[in-house]
């Protein structure tokens, strides 16, 4: 059983085009986050959800909605896609917000758009 | 505010090799630090952590202890294998922050047969 699910795992779109990636945790943690990873591995977050509230909330152009209907789910939708949106995004999740714990993270989401 | 810096990769090594990556930090107050694995084509996964001064985490053969002196969580391995081959990410969490952890540019290691 899954840990931290995201779908899809790969994407492939054109350049304008409207997308979402969903993420889904079952670890009853209450703390989500959106993570970006760029093609030299460097990680930086994007958005985090506490208890469906938005806590985090990075310099990420507004193309970018976050969605969280429930503590276990947070789901990324992305307006007008962008060459420079290329990337691998990650759904991660955490225990509180204080960071001590750590994160679980997704396996990943593969966007490329053409 | 806190932040996170690790050697640059890649490494190459040769198995059985004595693996050291080294990451250092500056951080307000004394936070958790963690290492995180990424193997190809995967998500991160905790390799493991420590919560205060002197902690040592360990896991897998991978041992880091928290050294408040030199502010340093250097991953160490004394044998490692192929199955090592992985991008290592250094860590710790923003101070008050909600949660955020800031990651290290991470260091990619190539262990050869």
């Known amino acids: 059983d899954t840990a931290v699910s995201q779908t899809p795992k790969y994407l492939v779109t054109q350049m304008g085009n409207d997308k979402s990636i969903k993420c889904e945790q079952n670890l009853g943690h209450d703390t989500m986050y959106w993570y970006k990873q760029d093609s030299k591995k460097f990680l930086k977050i994007m958005f985090s959800?506490?208890?469906?509230?938005?806590?985090i909330n990075e310099t990420v152009p507004n193309r970018f909605s976050p969605k969280s209907p429930d503590k276990a789910h947070l789901n990324l939708h992305i307006n007008s896609l962008e060459l420079g949106d290329s990337a691998v995004y990650f759904c991660?999740?955490?225990?509180?917000?204080?960071?001590?714990?750590?994160?679980?993270f997704g396996s990943g989401t593969r966007l490329t758009v053409v | 505010g806190n932040s996170v810096t690790q050697m640059e990769g890649p490494v190459t090594l040769s198995e059985e090799a004595f693996l050291t990556i080294n990451c250092t930090y500056t951080?307000?107050?004394?936070?958790?630090l963690f290492w995180y694995v990424q193997y190809p084509g995967e998500g991160l996964q905790l390799l493991l952590k420590?919560?205060?001064?002197?902690d040592k985490g360990s896991n897998k053969g991978f041992e880091a202890t928290y050294r408040k002196e030199t502010t340093s969580f250097h991953l160490e391995k004394g044998s490692v294998q192929v199955s090592d081959s992985a991008v290592y990410f250094c860590?710790?969490?923003?101070?008050?922050?909600?949660?955020?952890?800031?990651f290290g540019q991470g260091t990619e290691l190539s262990v050869k047969p």
């Open positions: 959800y506490n208890n469906k509230e938005l806590i």
């Open positions: 420590a919560t205060k001064a002197d």
């Open positions: 951080a307000t107050g004394y936070p958790s």
């Open positions: 860590a710790l969490p923003y101070y008050n922050q909600g949660g955020k952890l800031i």
């Open positions: 991660a999740s955490s225990h509180g917000t204080g960071g001590g714990y750590g994160y679980t």
